[in-house]
């Protein structure tokens, strides 16, 4: 039996979307062919009836995978918080939509869609685990990853947090020119002790969950999927938006240095329970299928991590 196609379209290579995009591609291999297009800085158009299903992570890409035949065809979706406007006209471009977290979904019910839930996972095989180095030296090294943006507020929250602590800090501000590799990324997440975050855009953030898998606890605020993943005091914090919180909780860290690793190591416990690509895969399959209409063993859907999703059980008929 031939397999469906699917095309994703993507930003550059080498960047998030294209990581999520391969380990999908690999994961969902026996099931679908899919391709990956790069539409930044690329002359090529897509071919947008050739494949039976077309993927953009974020609307800005909808008029890369959308013609006047295909609606009904494509699927598009939130990875970041946006103006309410915005989401709602692109929303209504197509018919299919995901999100990537819960705040995200449920956002997307709010303006009357029904979308897929579709979080972003993680190589826990690559992003693996050593003791931090805070064992054998005196101060708390904390790192942040991740594009440099306002929205992420490394410059206007992030740093004059860190200046008022004994610890450092260690980031490293990427855009496409100078972005880490995507397999030397696990040398940054275990140069220091604990990652820090306070976006206000972010759909999980990435490195939050790579870090995690690095048995490195976090920092963050109420974003993406922090609320999902952290467990306050056990895998790390989940802090309001409030300078004064994350100066108590890091000066509280550094006193604690037993407490920072085995929050680290139950972070690590937490994306071996599902927050693997290879298990966060399966609600790309079951988006497919369900466009589709491919019926398949329900078993092939299951994440138990997940079960705290609203009717996600009763989405996939578990």
Request: aromatic share 12%; charged share 25%; hydrophobic share 35%.
């Amino acid at each position: 039996m031939t397999k469906p196609k699917v095309l994703i379209a993507c930003d550059l290579e080498g960047w998030a979307w294209d990581i999520k995009s391969r380990y999908i591609q690999k994961w969902l291999a026996p099931y679908y062919d899919i391709e990956i297009a790069y539409m930044c800085y690329s002359k090529k158009g897509l071919d947008k009836n050739l494949y039976d299903l077309y993927l953009s992570f974020g609307f800005a890409f909808n008029h890369y995978i959308l013609n006047n035949k295909n609606k009904g065809k494509c699927i598009t979706g939130l990875t970041a918080h946006r103006k309410k406007k915005q989401v709602i006209k692109a929303m209504n471009e197509i018919s299919n939509h995901h999100a990537n977290s819960v705040l995200l979904y449920k956002e997307l019910r709010e303006f009357g869609k029904k979308p897929f839930y579709v979080p972003n996972g993680v190589n826990e095989k690559l992003f693996r685990p050593i003791l931090p180095h805070f064992y054998r030296r005196l101060n708390l090294v904390i790192g942040h990853v991740g594009k440099s943006s306002p929205n992420k507020n490394q410059k206007k929250f992030i740093e004059p947090v860190m200046n008022e602590v004994e610890s450092f800090y260690e980031p490293h501000y990427n855009d496409c020119f100078n972005k880490i590799p995507h397999d030397q990324m696990v040398n940054k997440y275990q140069s220091f002790d604990m990652f820090i975050a306070a976006s206000t855009e972010d759909g999980t953030p990435n490195g939050m969950l790579e870090a995690a898998a690095c048995e490195r606890s976090i920092i963050i605020n109420k974003i993406g999927n922090a609320p999902e993943f952290i467990k306050s005091g056990y895998n790390g914090f989940l802090l309001n938006m409030d300078k004064e919180e994350y100066i108590d909780k890091i000066v509280w860290c550094q006193k604690n240095k037993d407490k920072v690793i085995e929050m680290g190591k139950n972070a690590r416990k937490e994306i071996l329970k599902g927050w693997t690509w290879e298990l966060m895969s399966r609600n790309y399959l079951f988006l497919f299928d369900s466009v589709l209409g491919i019926k398949r063993n329900k078993d092939l859907y299951e994440n138990p991590a997940l079960d705290h999703i609203p009717g996600y059980r009763e989405e996939k008929g578990l």
